[in-house]
């Protein structure tokens, strides 16, 4: 793969787009779990928000997908492999970061 303008730019648009679906994401978890981020979502009531939370991740990941395959059409034929890379490193920090990585 040749770093050059269009992949780099196809890296930071997929990457982008994942930092948008977490940070939706947290908020809806946030919002419908009924405390702070540290709100316990597999006690009691809240466990349907902790299941919403896994389909809303499922489908926030589609979309993000989706977009990197419009942005490769407008950013050009050098960008494809810089979304796909962005996606996929994109994809394995989020799913770090929302399995409890990143924490002290």
Do not use: K
């Not at 982008?16 to 977490?22: I, L, S, Y």
């Not at 940070?23 to 009691?44: C, E």
């Not at 890379?85 to 002290?104: C, D, H, P, T």
């Amino acid at each position: 793969m040749i770093l050059n303008r269009s992949t780099f730019a196809g890296v930071v648009v997929a990457l982008v787009g994942h930092g948008f679906a977490v940070a939706l994401l947290l908020g809806m978890l946030i919002f419908l779990g009924g405390g702070g981020p540290d709100a316990d979502l597999d006690a009691g009531e809240r466990s349907a928000a902790f299941f919403f939370g896994l389909v809303a991740y499922g489908v926030l990941q589609l979309v993000v997908l989706g977009g990197c395959v419009v942005a490769s059409r407008r950013l050009g034929p050098g960008s494809t492999a810089g979304l796909t890379v962005g996606w996929m490193l994109g994809l394995a920090v989020s799913l770090y970061y929302l399995g409890g990585g990143f924490s002290a």
